[in-house]
């Protein structure tokens, strides 16, 4: 199983630019979920999903978008990226009842 | 919301020494999470403990909900290099007692462990 896949793994934008992290599971986890990753502050949540066609906010919302148009794929979009954006951004999908399944991440500079 | 706070932020240790960190919520855990993480790679779940008193173990790893003391403890025996990484400990957003997360962790800051040889 290839579990949750992120790509890319790395990436440079310049201030102002978009972009779409992608992330896919297959295993029929009604869960997704995004959070980034700055030193000395743990894991943020930004947007989650229970569902096809569900989302909400999470702490830190504010500068993402997120549609969840298929139970496999949760992408994450950044409108105008900004310095504050730069973060290691990971990817999570769970059933009800089970842990969270974390892809390895996408590493994110924006200059 | 419910936040959660991780003691020590970095521990280095002796290989062979034992060690413990902890997660203290500010709200009553019905449930908590250990996740540990090697730099530059992604989470790897380790345990979820849902009761309160609730112990689990996995080879020299041991974690222990305090549910009186809103805690979690997460204790290693005779350290090795291949336990160094970041650990990470994550409550879900519980309606009641022995129900699960809906995907929407709340993660504390983390602990950095280093093991020397």
């Known amino acids: 199983n290839a579990g949750v896949t992120q790509t890319p793994k790395f990436q440079v934008l310049k201030t102002g630019q978009s972009m779409t992290l992608q992330c896919a599971q297959d295993m029929n986890h009604e869960y997704m979920s995004w959070y980034r990753q700055d030193p000395g502050m743990g894991l943020r949540l930004i947007h989650y999903?229970?569902?096809?066609?569900?989302?909400d906010q999470g702490e830190v919302p504010n500068g993402y978008n997120v549609s969840r148009s298929t139970t496999e794929d949760f992408p994450l979009r950044l409108l105008s990226a900004a310095p504050s954006q730069t973060s290691v951004y990971f990817c999570a999908s769970s059933y009800l009842y089970s842990p969270l399944h974390f892809g390895n991440g996408t590493r994110l500079t924006v200059t | 919301s419910q936040e959660l706070e991780q003691s020590p932020q970095s521990l280095i240790v002796q290989e062979g020494k034992n060690l413990t960190i902890n997660c203290t919520s500010s709200?009553?855990?019905?449930?908590l999470y250990w996740y540990k993480q090697k730099y530059g790679e992604g989470l790897i779940f380790l345990m979820m403990?849902?009761?309160?008193?609730e112990e689990k173990s996995h080879e020299k790893i041991t974690a222990k909900l305090d549910e009186k003391k809103q805690q979690s403890s997460l204790h290693i025996t005779a350290s090795q290099p291949s336990h160094a990484g970041i650990y990470l400990c994550g409550a879900g957003h519980l309606a009641q007692r022995g129900s699960s997360n809906t995907g929407k962790l709340i993660f504390g800051q983390g602990t950095t462990l280093q093991v020397k040889p």
């Open positions: 999903s229970v569902g096809a066609g569900i989302t």
């Open positions: 709200k009553t855990l019905y449930g």
């Open positions: 403990l849902q009761k309160g008193g």
